[in-house]
């Protein structure tokens, strides 16, 4: 497994809160993500195991309630996430770690934000800042790719 810290204790799929309408992808089977959903932060994380990695800002689908609590995050300016909520599989991630030439520079974590404590689902997809900015944007394009666009109830 991929994860930081060596803790296997992961579910099935993480989430992606969609901020801009523009992310979702029309598909017959099911609306995916375009690659710019995953854009990873261009500043890289200090501090931090992996420090250097550039973050991409996930929810882990631990329970039941972890859709509709990523559907309905907020900051100061208003919900978040306000086009929805994407799902991607950790089968899925680790099928675009097979597709990659150092599988071991694309990771995820589970990982408190400090801006969120009442967030108890928050983690990161991680990529190593020496892959080239051209294959972080192919990476991030799979991960769209692999993602399905959680239905509004």
């Known amino acids: 497994m991929s994860e930081a810290g ?3 204790g992961y579910p099935e799929a993480c ?3 969609i901020r801009v309408g523009k992310w979702i992808v029309e598909n017959p089977d099911g609306n995916v993500l375009a690659g710019a959903a995953y ?3 261009s500043s890289s994380r200090t501090g931090l195991p992996q420090e250097g ?3 991409a800002s996930i929810n882990w689908e631990d329970d039941a309630n972890a859709v509709a609590f990523t559907r309905n995050q907020k900051n ?3 919900l978040l996430h306000q086009h929805g909520v994407g799902r991607l599989s950790v089968a899925d991630i680790e099928r675009c770690r097979s597709l990659m030439p150092a599988s071991d520079r694309l990771r995820f974590e589970r990982r408190p934000d400090p801006d969120q404590p009442e967030n108890r ?3 990161n997809l991680l990529v190593d800042p020496e892959v080239p900015l051209g294959f972080q944007r192919l990476v991030a394009g ?3 790719l692999a ?3 959680v239905p509004q109830d």
Do not use: C, I
Request: charged residues 35%; glycine residues 20%; neutral net charge.
């Open 76 to 78: 100061a300016k208003g």
């Open 53 to 55: 990695w550039r973050e």
């Open 39 to 41: 854009e990873f932060e």
């Open 142 to 144: 799979a991960l769209g």
């Open 121 to 123: 689902y928050h983690g």
């Open 15 to 17: 989430l992606r809160g």
């Open 6 to 8: 060596g803790d296997t």
């Open 147 to 149: 993602t399905r666009v």
